[in-house]
């Protein structure tokens, strides 16, 4: 069974509250429950914030008469979001901090959809090397690069893994995370994705600084008021995560791209006086034979 947070949790198709499903029957079951993240960033009514409440407290308690296994997929703050509907004693086994990819495992992923997705002839290391080198180990850098860039390439030249080819998945694999980016800050102005830039401009790639640090270079540019909210924003929206009390964009290479595109000053150079000719005077450049 499977709820998405950013619906009403309360009431499903047959008007019966989530609660009432999953104490109804003895069978295990497996409860998904998607952008979990979203629980403590909407305003729920008191009477759907008791639903909510019972329900993780049922299952968080064992009180429902029967196995139930909750799935929470949700961005960093997710279980800031927990908290604040009291539920905050999580096993250390069952949370999860999904990241980048082992170096083994992202080479493992890219030779599978090389070579039994693309049916790639021959070594693909000289392929796995030039991906992997500019995807890091990211799940969806990856795929910009292998699905169906890559694919697409290899069937196109009947397995073929030539150089023409591979550099054709490079530009494609490039504007894929390029789109990503974007996508990810849809939503924020061009004014804030410079100041973002500025707090992270000299923090480097993949390494975290503190939030008063960050707050600091924001309020220098927005004010202070406008900072505290654009932080709360970037956070909940993921641009930013925390680890061990300070903050880091989880992404390296988005981190490069967010830097290098927005903080970069256009510099305008005045243009030379250009002298002003007499319109009555022959221009001693010009050859009036007209060789």
């Given at each position: 069974?499977?709820?998405?947070?950013?619906?009403d949790?309360?009431v499903?198709?047959?008007?019966?509250t989530?609660?009432?499903?999953?104490?109804?029957?003895?069978?295990?079951l497996?409860?998904?429950?998607d952008?979990?993240?979203?629980?403590?960033m909407i305003?729920?009514?008191s009477?759907?914030?008791?639903?909510?409440?019972?329900?993780?407290?049922?299952?968080?308690?064992?009180?429902?008469?029967?196995?139930?296994?909750?799935?929470?997929?949700?961005?960093?703050?997710?279980?800031k979001?927990?908290?604040s509907?009291?539920?905050?004693?999580?096993?250390?086994?069952?949370?999860m901090q999904?990241g980048?990819?082992?170096n083994?495992?992202?080479?493992a992923?890219?030779?599978?959809?090389?070579?039994?997705?693309?049916?790639?002839?021959?070594?693909?290391n000289?392929?796995i090397?030039?991906?992997?080198?500019?995807?890091?180990?990211?799940p969806?850098?990856?795929l910009?690069?292998?699905?169906p860039a890559?694919?697409d390439?290899?069937?196109?030249?009947g397995?073929?893994?030539?150089t023409?080819?591979?550099n054709?998945?490079?530009?494609v694999?490039r504007e894929?995370c390029k789109?990503?980016y974007?996508?990810?800050?849809?939503?924020?102005?061009?004014?804030?994705?410079?100041?973002l830039?500025?707090?992270?401009?000299?923090?480097?790639?993949?390494?975290?600084?503190?939030?008063?640090?960050?707050?600091?270079?924001l309020?220098?540019?927005i004010?202070?008021?406008?900072a505290?909210?654009?932080f709360?924003?970037?956070?909940?929206?993921?641009?930013?995560?925390?680890?061990?009390?300070?903050y880091?964009?989880?992404i390296?290479?988005?981190q490069?791209?967010?830097?290098?595109?927005?903080?970069?000053?256009?510099?305008?150079?005045p243009?030379?006086?250009?002298?002003i000719?007499n319109?009555?005077?022959?221009?001693?450049?010009?050859?009036?034979?007209g060789r």
């Amino acid at each position: 069974m499977k709820v998405e947070a950013e619906l009403d949790f309360a009431v499903n198709q047959q008007n019966r509250t989530v609660l009432e499903i999953l104490e109804e029957g003895k069978k295990p079951l497996l409860l998904m429950l998607d952008e979990a993240q979203v629980l403590g960033m909407i305003d729920i009514p008191s009477s759907d914030r008791w639903v909510v409440t019972s329900v993780l407290n049922s299952i968080h308690n064992g009180g429902l008469g029967r196995p139930v296994i909750l799935l929470a997929a949700g961005l960093g703050m997710t279980l800031k979001s927990f908290e604040s509907l009291g539920v905050s004693r999580f096993s250390r086994k069952c949370f999860m901090q999904l990241g980048a990819l082992s170096n083994e495992a992202e080479r493992a992923v890219i030779r599978d959809w090389l070579t039994k997705d693309g049916g790639a002839k021959g070594d693909p290391n000289v392929w796995i090397d030039a991906i992997s080198q500019e995807t890091s180990g990211w799940p969806h850098h990856i795929l910009s690069y292998v699905d169906p860039a890559a694919v697409d390439q290899l069937k196109a030249d009947g397995g073929s893994m030539t150089t023409d080819g591979l550099n054709a998945v490079l530009e494609v694999g490039r504007e894929g995370c390029k789109a990503y980016y974007r996508e990810r800050l849809y939503g924020f102005p061009e004014e804030e994705r410079q100041s973002l830039a500025k707090a992270f401009a000299n923090v480097s790639l993949g390494e975290s600084t503190t939030r008063s640090a960050i707050v600091s270079t924001l309020t220098q540019d927005i004010g202070s008021d406008k900072a505290e909210d654009l932080f709360n924003r970037a956070w909940n929206k993921g641009l930013l995560d925390e680890r061990d009390g300070r903050y880091v964009i989880p992404i390296p290479s988005m981190q490069d791209w967010l830097v290098t595109n927005y903080t970069r000053e256009k510099i305008k150079f005045p243009q030379e006086p250009q002298p002003i000719r007499n319109l009555n005077k022959p221009n001693p450049g010009t050859d009036l034979s007209g060789r």
